[in-house]
């Protein structure tokens, strides 16, 4: 029976990929909706706001929603992920700097790695983007149709205003629009200053219907369609907000009105689609880049958090599959399989038939879904990587200007963080092989009763966070507390607390976890050589070694997610507290009059005592408590510490912000004064060098 169901899902798999080649190679589209709230679309909106009918047609009638889909926090990462097929902590995007969406940041994402469309290119398509670009324009290298558009037109910057395309500066306002074609690299002077009938959506939209009308469809063609909507400031034509008149909270009405704008815009490239014959060989990919800013009343309930959080409503993202390559019999169904950003660049490279290897210095993280999302199969994921960075120091990056942050902040953005920072690197122990070496020398009790001290360094044993990294730490030698006490004995290495130290491998740190965790049995010390040993399995024997910060770095927040299971180490949250919780839209009359929301509000109150995973790993089980309300982490133990463990291996794959070549020129992460000047005397944000060695 077993083999039956084997062949018949091989079937369908051959099946999906001979109907994607069938008719040649297809169009492929990638529709990005910024800032997109899990509750903002009218197929999940629990409070009847959001007007968007045609677009819930097309999703109950030809697309398939993606469950379990997931995005980085915050803009830049995940469209860099969509761009490179890494994740964020491959390509030095893991840091709460989201390329400082201020003009003047001369960072951007490594040349070496082939865009998207150069890997499509390759395959023969034609290539279009619109609207937002958020991955560095320091030179005209680093701009769309150097890293592989035929022709873009859009914004550069992280945001700007819909209908002037005026964007702030840390010390000026410019506008920014392009126009580019091929080597031509220029501002679009006709739509910029007009406060009527250039709002952003009209503008990318429309040009969009102009290719389509005049492609040569013999050409397979590839849109990258990245709006402005529904990112903050929450601007839309007056019809639009008009149609959302009885929402009181003008911001909230504002996005309303921007989502309403969306559902005409979108479906007018759809239905061009459709009218030239196109749709037929389309697979069009909605998703969003992060979840909804709830600083732009944005609404992701009934998920945690939103933009800038780890918590899912920040990372789980709406998105759903659409057009002529989904099967009929699959149309209006959900997919329940895992998903990342990172899939589309190898699923897109798939359905081109051409191959994503040797796209740059690291390999793609994505797998290809398109075969397992439309005859519904498991996914080829086994896990998602939401996060990880380090305590490293060349993780550093400069902050915005102070004036830039406020002025964000007036605006509904939160681009400057100034919540708890990391725990500077400390020395630790690991096991290593066994030498001479004397920072493989341990004390026993030779500080105090119970210490274990390098002999070396002259540090101890410490815990900081319950859960977490044992670490090297100067002791308290007159009053120690119960963190700095320890006993050998059958095998184990038993802190005063009742918890043990288990080896998740070599070279790692050692953690502190339940005593009946995996890997806590093998210790013992040796009194003659003063080595503290590891036996607890046959291939990773060794000695525990005093580590230095500089040999590998620490983990500051750490993000997985396995089957049902999503672990957080470190702080998932931003600098608002109340973005921690559960979110719901303005109370006003019209939102009073739908449904228990008081009583919803009383449900979801944050917890006094919350750690937001600090002081201790936090384990939820998405499946059964997708609103993360119920942190389980004290029930199992042991997978906690297996994905922990998971999470120090991952770290070693770390690329840090220095390493990565993100910030290439003397200013790194800071403001390039130069950016500005140029700025002054074009009226406009533009690439600024001739190439990124001008200094």
Not at 82 to 108: D, E, K, V
């Amino acid at each position: 029976a077993n083999m039956k169901n084997m062949a018949a899902v091989v079937t369908l798999l051959l099946g999906a990929v001979a109907l994607a080649q069938a008719a040649g190679k297809p169009n492929l589209i990638l529709n990005v909706v910024d800032d997109l709230g899990y509750n903002d679309v009218g197929w999940r909106d629990q409070f009847k706001q959001i007007k968007t009918p045609k677009l819930d047609k097309l999703v109950a009638e030809e697309s398939i929603i993606l469950e379990n889909y997931y995005v980085y926090r915050f803009c830049s990462p995940t469209r860099s992920t969509f761009m490179s097929g890494r994740y964020p902590w491959h390509i030095g995007q893991q840091t709460r700097m989201n390329l400082n969406p201020t003009p003047g940041i001369a960072c951007g994402i490594n040349l070496k790695y082939d865009f998207l469309p150069k890997v499509l290119k390759r395959a023969g398509y034609a290539t279009l983007a619109l609207g937002k670009w958020h991955l560095g324009f320091t030179t005209n290298e680093y701009t769309p149709t150097y890293r592989g558009f035929d022709h873009y037109l859009g914004y550069y910057s992280g945001a700007e205003e819909h209908f002037t395309h005026e964007k702030s500066g840390e010390d000026y306002t410019a506008y920014d629009l392009a126009n580019n074609t091929g080597p031509i690299v220029q501002p679009c002077l006709n739509p910029v200053g007009n406060a009527s009938g250039t709002y952003s959506s009209y503008l990318y939209g429309n040009e969009t219907l102009r290719i389509l009308a005049n492609h040569d469809q013999s050409i397979p063609l590839f849109i990258y369609l990245a709006w402005n909507n529904v990112h903050a400031p929450n601007e839309a034509p007056q019809n639009y907000l008009n149609v959302n008149s009885e929402i009181h909270d003008k911001g909230r009405q504002g996005l309303a009105g921007m989502m309403s704008a969306m559902d005409d815009q979108i479906t007018s490239v759809i239905d061009a689609l459709k009218d030239n014959g196109m749709w037929a060989n389309t697979l069009f990919v909605f998703t969003t880049d992060n979840g909804g800013n709830l600083g732009g009343s944005g609404i992701n309930y009934p998920l945690r958090g939103g933009k800038y959080t780890f918590w899912q409503g920040g990372v789980r993202g709406n998105s759903f599959v659409s057009g002529g390559l989904v099967p009929e019999q699959f149309r209006g169904s959900t997919w329940n399989g895992a998903a990342h950003a990172a899939d589309w660049y190898t699923t897109f490279a798939f359905m081109a038939n051409t191959s994503a290897d040797d796209s740059g210095p690291l390999p793609p993280d994505g797998v290809v879904l398109y075969p397992n999302i439309v005859m519904n199969q498991t996914s080829p994921r086994t896990e998602v990587v939401i996060q990880i960075v380090s305590t490293d120091s060349r993780n550093e990056y400069v902050p915005p200007a102070k004036e830039f942050c406020e002025r964000g902040f007036k605006h509904g953005e939160s681009y400057c963080y100034n919540g708890p920072s990391p725990p500077p690197p400390r020395p630790y122990p690991a096991v290593v092989a066994c030498s001479s070496d004397s920072l493989q020398q341990f004390a026993i009790s030779d500080m105090f009763s119970g210490s274990i001290c390098s002999s070396a360094t002259h540090q101890c044993f410490n815990i900081q966070k319950s859960g977490s990294n044992v670490i090297l730490f100067p002791p308290k030698t007159e009053d120690p507390t119960d963190n700095e006490v320890w006993t050998i004995g059958e095998g184990k290495i038993k802190s005063k607390m009742g918890t043990c130290v288990s080896m998740p491998g070599r070279n790692m740190q050692l953690q502190e976890v339940d005593c009946n965790a995996p890997n806590t049995t093998g210790w013992a010390y040796d009194a003659n050589t003063k080595q503290l040993q590891w036996s607890g399995n046959a291939e990773e024997t060794g000695c525990v070694s005093a580590m230095s910060p500089g040999n590998s770095s620490q983990l500051d927040i750490g993000v997985l997610i396995q089957g049902q299971y999503k672990l957080i180490v470190g702080y998932p949250g931003w600098t608002n507290q109340a973005w921690n919780g559960w979110v719901l839209p303005p109370s006003d009359g019209f939102i009073a009059s739908h449904g228990a929301v008081a009583k919803m509000n009383e449900t979801h109150q944050i917890s006094a005592n919350e750690s937001f995973c600090e002081d201790k790993p936090c384990l939820f089980d998405i499946f059964a408590d997708p609103t993360e309300h119920n942190d389980i982490s004290a029930e199992h133990p042991d997978i906690v510490q297996s994905m922990r463990a998971r999470l120090e291996v991952l770290l070693q794959g770390e690329v840090t912000v220095a390493e990565s070549g993100l910030c290439p020129t003397k200013y790194g992460s800071g403001n390039d004064p130069r950016c500005g000047q140029l700025a002054r005397e074009t009226g406009f944000w533009q690439p600024w060098l001739q190439n990124i060695t001008d200094e």
